[in-house]
């Protein structure tokens, strides 16, 4: 590009500063596959500038389905500013203070169905879950939540039980139809960006393009001296083509970016197109690449899916979705980096000087989270690499009989920072975003349908022998709640089940609930408590009996009880005192459904419950309710936290090992420097 004229150089002074002005108002925050077997989805450079990877449709998507062959794997990390706290502490440490970067990858576990899962948790999720990005004017991706599956590990038999994630099938859908070669976009919601700083303080959010469109009206008024989008017509401008394309530059790179200056586009002739049309068409059309160029430029993130493995306890693995010949891709994996490996350590608590619950640090480590059973390390570094693209955490492993190794990439050098594998691991702990990435690849000829294996190193070869040698079986009935951490024992034992998610009887609306009188021989397990959606504020009558204590009985009310704008508030821990027949159970709703929730059941309840009220200075009321003719569907079972197979105590934690030949000598901190060259 050549030197700005003189021209365009008063032009600039006269009204650069006065463009810029329009965006200074602040937003309140400092192998692929043949045409029968298609690959649907690619790794490849976004069309955002500088934002590293993005992820391509290899394929058409109709509004609606599915992205691509199956859902994400889902990890929970639990209490983790707790775990990381100084011992006794009663003040987390501040993120700074452990090296944890995740935690701009990670879900809050509402989005991700895990709620239940802990006080304090926080979900990494694989492939869908952290490769793409956010446009906030080309959202077309829908995010669902994962399922609780444990893949037959049952935790009284098997000692992989709780090594392996329950939370997989994280699925997502077009929200809208999508041309093959777009760039996918989620929905990360305008906190994720305004609450973080560095690159993710200018990433443009939705009233941010509001303000760059109103710029660009300002702009056309410039270049053509009136309001009338018409005339931005070449000889009608009284700038030249060189010359806006100079003031783009100018107020592209003015001092001072913000978030509406980064929505602008990237090229002045773009912003000529947007001002005649619009920011949104002109951005969609930029994030479309041609399937020809995914294939050249990028990399195949569908040659493996999850599906049950053979290996003894393993749970499910990764299966080839088609051929993957000898040094073929079977899966580019970005990285993640932790500096301290410690960061995944699990303490016992106890009751500090202040009566708060703090840290135990007397009895050590007692447990890792579960997420360390994904990552990668080596026995002389602190280091921790968490590969998140698509279905690689479900490659298992063979100590002989591999049939895949770990390579660094040759190429993405707009993501891959080679310079990094040479860089001390106090640089690392610095990076706060991925830049690094691994491939998976094929040591042989691989046929559609086998199991992808890599070897995860003898160590953990040797911790795993260990586990399997040491683990005890526990029978059912000798359950008491005392299987997993954190959780309370229990005088009885969890039934004739034994363990039983809150879920599996959720989807049961056949099964008739279990009165109080049922449960003395037949209980429930202690871990799914029952709830009841009432409004404890709206009753028909009220009694004391006795004197001091209220007690309401009614009807159940759907219109107030069950509003379609459902609140949490209204459910109450209750229990089923009667069951009786549902005489309208066969008559037809109007309500399609309410009759799919359960609401025309083959049975209506009578349920009781104990609410304590507080109001005002007044002292705590404890009251009663008993309401009847209770439906189903207002009757559901919640997971007590800390009670999922992610908490078992005797489940496995190790990590694997990246081979020596790869692992960077710069990275072993627990050897002596000189060893490290």
């Not at 309140?28 to 590293?52: K, M, R, V």
């Not at 037949?522 to 009694?543: I, L, T």
């Not at 009996?545 to 109450?572: G, I, N, Y």
């Not at 549902?582 to 109007?590: A, K, V």
Request: with cysteine; glycine share 6%; net charge negative.
């Amino acid at each position: 590009m050549g030197t700005p004229s003189l021209r365009l150089q008063r032009s600039v002074a006269a009204c650069v500063l006065f463009l810029i002005s329009c965006l200074a108002v602040a937003d309140g925050a400092s192998s692929d596959g043949d045409e029968s077997n298609p690959c649907q989805l690619y790794l490849a450079e976004s069309t955002i500038p500088h934002a590293g990877l993005g992820v391509f449709g290899g394929t058409a998507f109709k509004e609606g389905e599915m992205i691509g062959r199956v859902g994400d794997a889902a990890f929970p990390t639990v209490d983790h500013d707790w775990h990381n706290s100084p011992e006794g502490g009663s003040i987390s440490k501040h993120e700074a203070d452990y090296h944890w970067p995740l935690t701009n990858y990670d879900w809050n576990a509402p989005d991700i169905g895990m709620d239940g899962e802990g006080e304090d948790v926080s979900v990494t999720v694989t492939g869908f879950g952290a490769a793409p990005n956010c446009h906030f004017r080309l959202l077309n991706v829908d995010e669902h939540k994962a399922s609780y599956d444990n893949a037959g590990l049952d935790r009284y038999t098997s000692p992989g039980a709780g090594g392996s994630t329950p939370w997989f099938n994280r699925t997502s859908t077009a929200s809208k139809d999508i041309q093959a070669g777009s760039e996918l976009f989620v929905d990360y919601g305008p906190n994720w960006f305004l609450s973080r700083d560095g690159v993710f303080a200018l990433v443009p959010i939705s009233t941010s393009f509001e303000k760059a469109q109103a710029f660009l009206k300002e702009y056309g008024k410039l270049l053509v001296g009136s309001d009338n989008p018409n005339d931005l017509v070449e000889d009608k401008m009284s700038l030249d083509d060189e010359a806006q394309s100079d003031l783009w530059e100018v107020i592209k790179t003015f001092p001072y970016p913000t978030r509406e200056r980064e929505a602008l586009p990237n090229s002045h002739k773009d912003a000529v197109r947007a001002i005649h049309g619009d920011i949104q068409t002109i951005e969609k059309e930029n994030s479309i690449r041609s399937v020809e160029y995914l294939k050249e430029h990028g990399k195949c993130v569908d040659n493996i899916v999850p599906e049950i493995s053979d290996i003894p306890h393993a749970g499910r693995g990764a299966m080839a979705t088609r051929f993957i010949p000898k040094g073929g891709l079977v899966a580019p994996a970005p990285l993640v980096l932790i500096a301290d490996k410690s960061a995944t350590d699990m303490y016992n608590e106890q009751i500090g000087s202040k009566g708060n619950i703090v840290r135990d640090e007397s009895t050590g480590v007692i447990k890792k989270q579960i997420i360390l059973n994904y990552m990668f390390g080596h026995p002389n570094s602190t280091v921790l690499l968490f590969p998140y693209s698509s279905n690689a955490a479900y490659i298992n492993h063979h100590s002989t009989e591999y049939n895949t190794e770990l390579r660094w990439a040759k190429d993405f050098s707009f993501f891959h920072n080679e310079d990094w594998l040479s860089k001390p691991v106090e640089f690392l702990e610095e990076q706060w975003t991925s830049g690094l990435l691994l491939e998976f690849i094929a040591l042989r000829d691989i046929q559609p349908g086998e199991e992808v294996l890599i070897n995860y190193g003898d160590e953990w070869q040797k911790a795993w022998d260990e586990h399997v040698k040491t683990w005890e079986p526990i029978p059912a009935e000798k359950d008491y709640n005392n299987l997993t951490l954190w959780t309370k024992p229990q005088t009885t034992n969890n039934g004739k089940t034994g363990y039983l998610r809150a879920e599996v009887l959720n989807d049961d609306m056949e099964t008739p609930i279990r009165t109080m009188e049922e449960q003395i021989t037949d209980p429930y397990p202690h871990g799914v408590p029952m709830y009841c959606a009432v409004n404890v504020n709206h009753a028909s009558a009220y009694h004391f009996e006795p004197e001091t204590v209220p007690f309401f009985t009614r009807a159940f009310d759907e219109e107030l009880d069950m509003p379609d704008d459902k609140d949490e508030k209204h459910s109450h821990k209750c229990n089923v005192t009667e069951r009786i027949e549902n005489d309208d159970e066969d008559e037809d709703s109007e309500d399609e459904e309410k009759d799919e929730a359960g609401s025309k059941h083959k049975y209506l309840y009578t349920i009781e419950l104990k609410v304590i009220k507080q109001f005002d200075d007044m002292d705590p009321i404890t009251e009663l309710h008993e309401i009847a003719d209770v439906p189903r569907a207002a009757i559901s079972f919640q997971n007590i936290p800390y009670t999922s197979d992610v908490f078992l105590k005797q489940s496995f934690r190790h990590e694997m090992k990246l081979p020596d030949e790869i692992f960077p000598k710069a990275w072993m901190n627990l050897i002596p420097e000189e060893e490290r060259k």
